[in-house]
């Protein structure tokens, strides 16, 4: 599966954006999907993700109650709704995808798309 995520810009602390993620291939919906993030000199972390049937949905302690993932599975898209921004969201974001388990691990995703940049001022 090929994965192209978009929707990243420049925003102010407390505003919002939504990211999207395509996918092509025809099992898109047997995968499971995640958002990850990478800051400039950090590691990348895990964001959310959901299970194949999107019943599952996890998401990181730092971004609960403010981001909201959910997919398409007809559109073959993933999106990231993110509120109540904060400067310690900027990151390259990604989205990436498995056809295992859940995992908040980057080294479980087995598909990486390019990431799509989103700076918070403050």
């Known amino acids: 599966v090929q994965l192209q995520a978009s929707g990243g810009g420049l925003v102010q602390a407390g505003g919002s954006l939504r990211l999207s993620c395509v996918a092509s291939?025809?099992?898109?919906?047997?995968?499971?999907m995640g958002w990850f993030r990478q800051a400039p000199g950090k590691e990348r972390e895990f964001v959310a993700g959901?299970?194949?049937?999107?019943?599952?949905?996890n998401y990181a302690d730092s971004v609960k109650g403010r981001f909201t993932c959910s997919r398409d599975d007809a559109k073959n898209m993933v999106y990231l709704q993110m509120n109540s921004l904060k400067p310690e969201d900027t990151a390259v974001y990604y989205c990436?995808?498995?056809?295992?388990?859940?995992?908040?691990?980057?080294?479980?995703?087995?598909?990486w798309g390019k990431g799509t940049e989103v700076t918070v001022s403050s």
């Open positions: 990436a995808a498995t056809g295992g388990p859940m995992t908040t691990e980057a080294s479980g995703m087995s598909y």
């Open positions: 291939g025809r099992t898109f919906n047997s995968y499971t």
């Open positions: 959901f299970s194949w049937s999107g019943r599952n949905i």
